[in-house]
């Protein structure tokens, strides 16, 4: 495979693709949602440490045990993303900034309101918007954050930001607010 011949990576996939797909079915039931990305995950994670495979058990046995590593990694920071977002609170959210100095009060409740409609979007949407609107990560570290490919990151921006945006239209008191803000010195 590191010499680069196509067949011989062809064939390494073919005859671990099925494990692979076992394993993470075995642990996260046949409709997860995450399944091909993590497939593709565990299989890089093969390719670049075939190296350290010694034989001293099966390859479906190492592919396994892989792939599990991978589907564990991906339980945990599902986890870790549950609990962040659910901890968020608007005091953790306020920046000290001159142009809203005394107005500490307008900016927790227009803060609070969008968090509001953060925390009715699909969770997904919701984390792409903040990672890379919010916190300034770029598609590459929002996907790797996430768990997700680089194609799913973008696609959950671009939802995230359109039903953000329409929840915040819809939400006459917000816009009025955001309005006074925008205007005031």
């Given at each position: 495979m590191k010499s680069g011949d196509a067949s011989v990576a062809k064939a390494f996939h073919d005859r671990v693709r099925p494990q692979v797909?076992?394993?993470?079915?075995?642990?996260?039931?046949?409709?997860?949602?995450?399944?091909?990305?993590?497939?593709?995950?565990?299989?890089?994670?093969?390719?670049?440490?075939?190296?350290?495979?010694?034989?001293?058990?099966?390859?479906?046995?190492?592919?396994?045990?892989?792939?599990?590593?991978?589907?564990y990694k991906h339980i945990r920071r599902r986890q870790l993303e549950r609990r962040a977002f659910s901890s968020v609170s608007v005091d953790d959210l306020i920046v000290s900034s001159p142009k809203y100095a005394g107005r500490d009060p307008?900016?927790?409740d227009v803060l609070a309101r969008i968090l509001q409609h953060l925390e009715?979007?699909?969770?997904?949407?919701?984390?792409?918007?903040?990672?890379?609107?919010?916190?300034?990560?770029?598609?590459?570290?929002?996907?790797?954050?996430?768990?997700?490919?680089?194609?799913?990151?973008?696609?959950?921006?671009v939802r995230g930001r359109r039903e953000l945006h329409e929840r915040m239209a819809a939400d006459p008191e917000l816009?009025?607010?955001?309005?006074?803000?925008?205007?005031?010195?």
């Open positions: 797909d076992r394993t993470i079915c075995r642990l996260l039931g046949r409709r997860d949602t995450d399944h091909d990305d993590l497939a593709q995950l565990a299989l890089i994670e093969l390719v670049t440490t075939i190296d350290r495979y010694r034989g001293d058990c099966s390859l479906d046995g190492w592919t396994s045990t892989i792939s599990a590593h991978v589907v307008m900016v927790r009715a979007m699909d969770e997904g949407r919701a984390w792409a918007y903040v990672l890379h609107d919010v916190c300034g990560y770029d598609l590459r570290e929002v996907a790797e954050i996430t768990g997700v490919t680089v194609a799913a990151a973008q696609t959950r921006l816009a009025q607010r955001l309005v006074g803000m925008e205007g005031a010195p």
